[in-house]
């Protein structure tokens, strides 16, 4: 048997053999002798059947079971897909964000390849699920459009300005969009009450809402609060960029339900933690918080000045090779003024404030603290945020800091899911949970690198080798074939009656 053998369609899959077309233990796809790694599961479930049917699990069993396709899982562990809930879509305008507008218009078939590759690179390093936490339907309807993508929700933004509830439309980095166009000017102040705006954005069907607090943005605790409770009256969550020590405390008092970024630090101040910042951390633990720590953020500004970044071979599978040389050779294409390899202070501040960053990470993995995994992908106008891949470095950021994998794991699954009210259908190997499932060679609850082994992306059932959503294979999706350990499906006729 090859480890490598094309999926029969599951139609006609049992060659004639009427009883697969009238009895359910000849129908659909059978994951067999795997182990399941579920995060409501005490422990692996070894030896186990799963039963994949019209894009949903339709069976956990330990009994074997037959289906019209056949994928052998000896040695192997299927996982929920995993969820990345921060990132920005790669929709025109604005991406590659690491341009200007000029130079995406010079290099237009480059900027096309870019954006085709960027939702296959997310499910190349795992994550079959994404929120935009800026976005809109109109964008995420175009990220949802493409065949091999993550499943895409939005919140919708809200900043605070003078008093005024205003629309965040794009994330800042974008280009070609005006301060003006991001954050509109408020002319109805009767529809843009809390409840007014957060109405608009349920019935544009974002799942979450997103505040800010930050420099020109900075509401009032009641403000904010009557935000909140417009957004929990109709269950949606209210996450918000938060990135300071007293951005953080404010976001305590105003009661919100989760916080965006670690805690950086203000111009001048000392990279350990003062009393003041540890008492924000306890408070974030006490009121159950959810904390994205985004740890990538910094890490991905002080990989700008790494002369050899482009030639990571992880960034060939995130990025086309058109788009390297381009980000490469291109003056300006990801290389804002700010940033120089000689500026030996930049760096220090940048290690200082990763050093930071994974102190608070440790203190709330310790405290078992509700963690949320999100990259925030890009989080800037620079080229070291790459699709996938930088939330993959998110978590090597996370165990580092001291994170066990049975938490991580948590945070990338069920304990997003739970936070986007989304826990019915994705998080879990459960019956009835939508199959986006990850198969691996190794157990993600023994090393992060395990992650590194998926073999297969399951996308609403669909299996899909990992090798062909690399960008170093743009272009051979179209001969998708199943996991590399797929049975003939015929044997479907001695299917164990249940």
């Not at 009427?18 to 182990?35: D, E, R």
């Not at 052998?72 to 990132?87: E, F, K, M, N, W």
């Not at 929709?91 to 290099?107: E, L, Y």
């Amino acid at each position: 048997m090859t480890r490598l053998i094309a999926i029969a369609a599951t139609a006609g899959a049992c060659f004639g053999l009427s009883a697969c077309a009238t009895h359910a233990p000849c129908s659909g796809i059978v994951i067999s002798n795997v182990t399941v790694v579920s995060p409501e599961r005490a422990h692996p479930l070894e030896h186990a059947y799963v039963r994949i049917l019209d894009g949903r699990i339709s069976e956990v069993s330990t009994r074997p079971l037959r289906g019209a396709t056949q994928i052998d899982g000896t040695d192997r562990y299927v996982i929920p897909g995993l969820i990345d809930s921060h990132v920005h879509l790669a929709v025109a305008p604005g991406f590659p964000s690491a341009m200007t507008a000029q130079q995406a218009a010079a290099h237009a078939t480059t900027v096309a390849a870019a954006l085709e590759q960027d939702p296959k690179s997310y499910l190349f390093f795992g994550f079959t699920t994404v929120v935009d936490l800026v976005g809109s339907a109109e964008r995420t309807a175009q990220w949802n459009a493409r065949e091999l993508r993550p499943d895409a929700y939005f919140c919708s933004g809200a900043a605070i300005i003078n008093g005024q509830i205003r629309y965040a439309l794009f994330p800042y980095f974008s280009y070609d969009v005006t301060v003006e166009k991001r954050i509109p000017p408020v002319v109805d102040l009767a529809g843009h009450t809390p409840e007014a705006v957060v109405a608009h954005m349920a019935a544009d069907g974002a799942i979450c809402v997103k505040t800010f607090y930050e420099r020109e943005l900075t509401p009032t605790v009641e403000e904010v609060r009557a935000l909140v409770a417009a957004a929990h009256a109709r269950d949606l969550p209210v996450f918000i960029h938060a990135n300071r020590k007293r951005a953080q405390a404010f976001a305590v008092a105003a009661g919100v339900d989760a916080i965006v970024h670690g805690m950086w630090r203000d111009p001048g101040e000392d990279a350990a933690l003062d009393d003041e910042a540890r008492e924000v951390l306890a408070a974030i633990v006490r009121d159950d918080i959810g904390y994205q720590p985004t740890t990538q953020v910094i890490v991905g500004l002080l990989d700008r000045l790494r002369a050899d970044y482009l030639a990571r071979p992880d960034v060939a599978d995130a990025y086309p090779a058109a788009l390297i040389h381009l980000y490469a050779t291109e003056r300006g294409a990801g290389a804002p003024e700010r940033f120089s390899s000689a500026d030996i202070d930049l760096q220090s501040r940048l290690r200082g404030t990763i050093g930071r960053a994974t102190e608070v990470t440790r203190i709330l993995a310790e405290a078992d603290a509700h963690l949320l995994f999100g990259s925030d992908t890009p989080s800037d106008s620079i080229y070291t945020n790459p699709p996938g891949l930088n939330g993959r470095l998110e978590m090597n950021n996370w165990i580092a800091a001291g994170v066990s994998e049975k938490q991580l794991f948590r945070a990338l699954t069920i304990d997003n899911a739970r936070m986007l009210r989304l826990d019915s259908q994705l998080g879990t190997v459960e019956l009835g949970k939508v199959a986006n499932l990850l198969l691996l060679r190794a157990d993600p609850l023994q090393s992060v690198e395990a992650y590194d082994t998926i073999e297969t992306v399951f996308l609403h059932g669909r299996p899909i080798p990992r090798a062909v959503l690399s960008a170093r294979m743009a272009g051979s999706e179209g001969n998708i074939v199943s996991g590399d350990k797929a049975e003939s499906p015929s044997v479907c006729l001695h299917s164990p009656k249940r």
